[in-house]
Each structure stands twice: as structure tokens, then as C-alpha cells.
């Protein structure tokens, strides 16, 4: 069964880089098939997607977000990585990594809380 743990800094200052880390294990972050992605959940907003990196290491973001984001693999390490970069207060929430599979995730993680304060 599949594992998915993220880690990173849980407080970041405005304007800086949100740098996050997910392990997984159980699989293969090349296995064919499935996509490996980043949502994060606001207390006020929801769920927000924000991007995914597939088995071959192409990747695709949200819209909004893509001038400030990027998402890397170490599949040495079996993980993969989020960087947000300028982050602001209103972006304080859970990130959470998960397994893609189709349309849907399928698998999560357990989330991260990050707080954007001074």
C-alpha cells in the first residue's frame, strides 16, 4: 500500500520560497500510470490544487499559480518536491501531496501545516 508523508518548514516569511518535501513508499514515483501531485486545503477556501508531476517527469500546474511554481523528483529518494516561490499570509494553509491515478487522487498524505507570518 502506497505512503505519502510531506515535510518542510511549518512557518515561512512573506515573499519567500515555500520549499516542501514528499516520501513516498509502496511505489514507485515512476511507475506508469500515476501522477504525483500537491493540493492544499485553506481553512476559508477549500481544497486547491496546485500541481502534478508524472511518471516521466513532466509536469503541469494550476493556472493561477504556474509563474510561481515548480515541481521537482529525486527518484533516487522516491520523492518529490514543491517549491512556491513569494508566498503571502493568505496562502497559509495544509499542503498536502498525493497519488493521482486517472482523474482522481487516490491517495493522500496526511498534510502539512505552513503558516506565511512575520
Known amino acids: 500500500q502506497v505512503q505519502l508523508l510531506e515535510s518542510g518548514p511549518g512557518l515561512v516569511k512573506p515573499s519567500q520560497t515555500l520549499s516542501l518535501t514528499c516520501t513516498v513508499s509502496?511505489?514507485?514515483?515512476?511507475?506508469?500510470?500515476?501522477?504525483w501531485g500537491w493540493i492544499r486545503q485553506h481553512p476559508t477556501t477549500g481544497l486547491e490544487w496546485i500541481g502534478d508531476?508524472?511518471?516521466?517527469?513532466?509536469?503541469r500546474y494550476n493556472l493561477r499559480l504556474q509563474a510561481r511554481t515548480s515541481i521537482s523528483r529525486d527518484t533516487a529518494k522516491n520523492q518529490f518536491t514543491l517549491q512556491l516561490i513569494d508566498v503571502a499570509p493568505e496562502e497559509s494553509a495544509v499542503y498536502i501531496c498525493?497519488?493521482?491515478?486517472?482523474?482522481?487522487?487516490?491517495?493522500w498524505g496526511q498534510g502539512i501545516q505552513v503558516t506565511v507570518s512575520t
Open positions: 509502496g511505489d514507485s514515483i515512476t511507475s506508469s500510470g500515476f501522477a
Open positions: 508531476i508524472f511518471s516521466t517527469g513532466n509536469t
Open positions: 498525493a497519488r493521482r491515478t486517472g482523474t482522481y487522487f487516490t491517495d
